[in-house]
């Protein structure tokens, strides 16, 4: 009689008890579980978590590091193109300034060195018309002399001496030189006066 009672307070107890909550027994038994469930993944999980997320964080904050170091190793190298870009662009000018002042510097030489040679030649065609000239006159002279040699000798009727040959011969060419001299003169006059007059 005292089981059934028992029984009874038992049965009572289970319609009075809330069924949203679990007994005591499987209150205790499930919060050891999940405590040691906890204790387990904390030794063995969240170390695996833990590692794969720092080398998550490291990965990336290299890969940061590194496109930042690259980008710097860019800035620098842009500057080292830009800075040789100027050296050549400098020494462009440079070059283009030194050719312009050496092909100047040729062709005062050239000028010059055709200005001395037209010199040289011009005193070369001066001597050579003097050398002429003075053959010319040496011939003249001889064939003068000896004309007027024989015009005074048929003239007088005698032999003249070499002495008075000479003479002769000099005072028939002088006065030639005078005659000569008088035409060219009166010839340029001629030639200013026809000048002027075409100008007028």
């Known amino acids: 009689m005292h089981l059934a009672y028992l029984l009874a307070q038992e049965a009572a107890q289970e319609e009075s ?4 909550f ?6 205790v038994w499930g919060t050891i579980a999940f405590l040691l469930l906890l204790f387990l993944m904390y030794r ?7 590692k794969a997320y720092k080398d998550r964080r490291a990965n990336i904050e290299g890969k940061l590091e590194q496109a930042e170091r690259e980008r710097e190793e860019a800035e620098q190298l842009l500057e080292h193109y830009r800075r040789r870009l100027r050296d050549a ?22 000028l010059a060195k055709a200005e001395t040679d037209a010199g040289r030649e011009l005193d070369r065609a ?3 018309i003097r050398a002429e000239r003075d053959q010319a006159i040496r011939q003249l002279r001889n064939e003068v002399g000896t004309l007027a040699v024989e015009l005074a000798t048929r003239v007088v009727g005698d032999s003249l ?4 040959q000479l003479r002769l011969v000099d005072e028939y060419i002088d006065e030639l030189g005078t005659q000569a001299q008088a035409g060219a003169m009166t010839g340029r006059r001629e030639v200013d006066q026809g000048g002027d007059g075409d100008g007028g």
């Open 17 to 20: 008890r809330n069924p949203i």
């Open 22 to 27: 679990p007994a005591t027994n499987e209150l």
């Open 44 to 50: 063995t999980v969240f170390p695996s978590i833990n």
């Open 89 to 110: 662009e400098d020494e462009t000018q440079r070059i283009l300034e030194e050719a312009r002042s050496n092909a100047e510097r040729v062709r005062r030489d050239l």
């Open 126 to 128: 001066r001597q050579a």
């Open 161 to 164: 001496d070499r002495e008075r």
